[in-house]
């Protein structure tokens, strides 16, 4: 499937900066399943001043604030061809060793909700991924994706707790007990191209557990399924804040208001 994506943010400051930073994972990744045939970002009120790859292969671009700027937005836009492989990544590819995704963060430290809502999966005598699949319908019959609930600061235990969240937070909470059952797992933010429209109202999270034979799976917990065509990865890590589109300081000002236009639409492909 030919993807076609637009995404833009925009940050408007009460006053003018005088220094400000950002990092942005706003670029996919090469991986299995995923080809990027086109990607280019554009800055306003912003410069760009290094481009690398973090310790999970995330592509990063560092940018810096103008000086005395009202308002930064970056427009990326471009192209991404994908394919079925019924969300299976493959083999452990990064700096960091395979061990370092079953150690907990302090968004997914579990407590008890989350050790009551293990305590309710049923382990499938047919693999490691029908259980898997298991957890995910535990956790979403359990806690409602509903907006507004949490923040990113929201830990996945905080999220099973209220019993409402976002992807964000089934994502950790998916992640927090695979870990606990010794399953390496790691967190996803990317793209998702919804049937029934164009324009997108956020930017999509899920999980990904490691299963021996398969290597790395992905999980959506809030829509019940593994990533199919229409999904395009772009950042992974540890938690949210290792694979979060965009993270950075300011100063100068004291409020900042965000707003994020986002559209992914399929676009046909000539088979001549």
Same mark, same amino acid.
């Given at each position: 499937?030919r993807?076609s994506?637009? +995404?833009?943010?925009?940050y408007r400051?009460?006053?003018?900066v005088s220094?400000g930073?950002?990092r942005l994972?706003?670029? =996919?990744?090469?991986?299995?399943? *995923?080809?990027i045939?086109? $990607?280019?970002?554009?800055?306003e009120g &912003?410069?760009?001043?290094l481009?690398f790859?973090?310790?999970?292969f995330? +592509?990063?671009?560092?940018?810096?604030?103008e000086?005395s700027?009202r308002?930064?937005?970056?427009?990326c836009?471009?192209?991404?061809?994908?394919?079925?492989?019924?969300?299976v990544?493959g083999?452990?590819?990064?700096?960091l060793?395979l $061990?370092?995704?079953?150690?907990?963060?302090?968004?997914?430290?579990?407590? =008890?909700?989350?050790k009551?809502?293990? &305590?309710?999966?049923e382990?499938?005598?047919?693999?490691?991924?029908?259980t898997? +699949?298991n957890?995910s319908n535990v956790?979403r019959?359990?806690?409602d994706?509903?907006?507004?609930?949490?923040r990113?600061?929201?830990?996945?235990?905080?999220?099973?707790?209220?019993?409402a969240g976002?992807? *964000?937070?089934?994502?950790?909470?998916?992640?927090? %007990? %695979?870990r606990?059952?010794?399953?390496p797992?790691?967190?996803?933010?990317?793209?998702?191209?919804? #049937?029934?429209r164009?324009? *997108?109202? %956020?930017t +999509?999270? $899920?999980?990904e557990?490691?299963v021996q034979?398969l290597?790395?799976?992905?999980f959506?917990?809030?829509?019940?399924?593994s990533?199919?065509?229409?999904y395009?990865?772009?950042?992974?890590?540890?938690?949210?804040?290792?694979? &979060?589109p965009?993270?950075g300081?300011?100063y100068?000002? *004291?409020?900042?208001?965000?707003?994020v #236009?986002?559209?992914?639409e399929?676009?046909?492909v000539?088979?001549?």
């Amino acid at each position: 499937m030919r993807l076609s994506i637009r +995404h833009t943010t925009r940050y408007r400051f009460d006053e003018p900066v005088s220094y400000g930073i950002q990092r942005l994972r706003l670029t =996919p990744k090469e991986t299995q399943g *995923q080809k990027i045939l086109e $990607w280019e970002m554009e800055l306003e009120g &912003a410069r760009e001043e290094l481009v690398f790859d973090d310790q999970n292969f995330n +592509h990063v671009n560092l940018i810096s604030v103008e000086e005395s700027t009202r308002e930064v937005v970056v427009t990326c836009r471009g192209r991404v061809d994908t394919e079925d492989n019924a969300g299976v990544i493959g083999k452990h590819a990064g700096h960091l060793p395979l $061990w370092t995704f079953l150690g907990q963060t302090s968004l997914t430290k579990p407590g =008890p909700k989350i050790k009551s809502l293990i &305590a309710k999966v049923e382990r499938s005598e047919t693999g490691m991924v029908d259980t898997l +699949h298991n957890l995910s319908n535990v956790i979403r019959d359990h806690v409602d994706y509903r907006t507004g609930t949490t923040r990113v600061t929201t830990t996945g235990e905080e999220a099973a707790t209220n019993g409402a969240g976002v992807c *964000q937070d089934h994502a950790h909470i998916f992640i927090s %007990a %695979a870990r606990s059952l010794e399953i390496p797992a790691r967190y996803v933010s990317g793209y998702l191209m919804m #049937n029934d429209r164009i324009e *997108q109202e %956020a930017t +999509h999270a $899920w999980a990904e557990a490691f299963v021996q034979g398969l290597g790395w799976v992905g999980f959506d917990i809030s829509n019940g399924i593994s990533p199919d065509p229409r999904y395009v990865r772009v950042a992974t890590g540890r938690d949210y804040r290792d694979a &979060a589109p965009i993270t950075g300081i300011s100063y100068g000002s *004291q409020r900042e208001d965000l707003s994020v #236009n986002l559209a992914v639409e399929q676009q046909m492909v000539d088979q001549q």
